[in-house]
């Protein structure tokens, strides 16, 4: 295992969650990260990328204004701050280190899973 993602839940909408990624072997600290996200019988999409050092991040257009991407290179940790919860942000949270060290939203671009975490808001 490469990557243990943790912290999802039940909560209301309006509520908040943080999602924590660790890097379990210490193999990522120079790499991009990201958080992807699978509802039922969906897709995984991506939800948010921070590159190798944290200067850059990007995000959903849907999660915009609500998230936060950060990361702890010290303590080898990527961190999700969910805002504003909706119903339709209910899925399975999964983090994710990419194969450089650049920002990406591009699933294959990523190399490293973890394995998810529920995040279930209700309304």
């Known amino acids: 295992v490469q990557l243990q993602a943790s912290g999802g839940g039940l909560v209301q909408a309006g509520g908040s969650l943080r999602l924590s990624c660790a890097d379990i072997r210490r193999t990522s600290s120079n790499n991009a990260m990201g958080w992807f996200r699978q509802a039922p019988g969906k897709e995984r999409e991506f939800v948010a990328a921070?590159?190798?050092?944290?200067?850059?991040?990007t995000y959903t257009d849907s999660v915009k204004g609500r998230f936060t991407i950060s990361r702890d290179r010290t303590k080898n940790t990527v961190l999700l701050q969910m805002n504003s919860l909706k119903p339709e942000d209910t899925a399975v949270y999964y983090c994710a280190a990419a194969r450089s060290s650049s920002l990406t939203i591009v699933r294959s671009e990523y190399r490293y899973w973890g394995q998810g975490t529920q995040v279930t808001v209700s309304s």
């Open positions: 921070i590159n190798w050092n944290g200067g850059s991040t």
